[in-house]
């Protein structure tokens, strides 16, 4: 069975300071994986997600993610934080023929000024 | 476009009552889900439909229901509610994920239900 780990439930950061959310899946085959953002009280929304095309993937507003598969992980990064990037990270996984999600447990990013 | 919505916004309930969800796309989507989300627990599947016409169990499906009233609408029902089913509740699609399983979900805002 496949599945993600998100290591913290809680991430704070300093406006500008670098942004290190961390992902790690297990699957038995070749994963397929994505970030989603939740801002409060919205949905999800795709920030990213990893194909197969490229290791290193950008996403919107600045986000960025590395593929790793020796070491299983998929983390997310950004630069510099924004106040406007305060909000909760989930980091999904699918492998199968059809696209049935499994989302960790959620990050929530909070920026102080 | 309007996306994804989902009707109602919130909603509270007594033990033993029922109640039906209702979520519509405008995106021509083949795909849709039903998705509860658990403080600590992420998001977990309890049904999705791969096309019109088919519905298929999830990771959570016991005490739901479901029906795929046609390509825009895909609605959650609750038979008898309980206390263990109070959650926010969000319905996604996705355009054709049999073909390609790194579609982007689409979430619709969220039913937020209580049941006392």
């Known amino acids: 069975a496949q599945s993600v780990t998100q290591l913290g439930s809680h991430v704070s950061v300093s406006e500008g300071a670098l942004v290190l959310l961390r992902c790690n899946y297990s699957?038995?085959?070749?994963?397929?994986l994505f970030w989603y953002v939740q801002y409060p009280n919205q949905g999800l929304q795709l920030l990213l997600k990893?194909?197969?095309?490229?290791?290193l993937v950008k996403g919107i507003n600045g986000f960025e993610a590395e593929f790793k598969k020796s070491e299983t992980s998929f983390h997310l990064t950004k630069p510099s934080a924004h106040m406007s990037d305060a909000a909760e990270y989930f980091c999904?996984?699918?492998?199968?023929?059809?696209?049935?999600?499994?989302f960790g447990t959620g990050t929530r990013l909070l920026v102080s000024p | 476009n309007a996306g994804v919505t989902q009707t109602p916004k919130f909603q509270v309930l007594k033990t033993g009552q029922s109640m039906t969800l209702q979520c519509a796309q405008d995106?021509?989507?083949?795909?849709m889900y039903w998705y509860r989300q658990d403080p600590g627990m992420g998001l977990r599947l309890i049904y999705y439909?791969?096309?019109?016409?088919?519905?298929d169990k999830g990771e959570v499906p016991n005490g739901y229901n479901v029906s795929r009233l046609n390509k825009r609408e895909f609605s959650l029902r609750l038979e008898s509610a309980a206390p263990s089913q109070t959650s926010v509740y969000f319905c996604?699609?996705?355009?054709?994920?049999?073909?390609?399983?790194?579609?982007?979900?689409?979430f619709g805002p969220g039913t937020r239900l209580t049941v006392l």
């Open positions: 990893y194909t197969s095309a490229a290791t």
């Open positions: 439909s791969a096309s019109e016409g088919t519905t």
């Open positions: 995106m021509n989507h083949n795909s």
């Open positions: 999904a996984v699918t492998n199968t023929g059809f696209q049935k999600l499994v």
């Open positions: 996604a699609s996705s355009e054709n994920p049999r073909t390609s399983p790194t579609d982007t979900q689409y």
């Open positions: 699957s038995s085959v070749p994963p397929y």
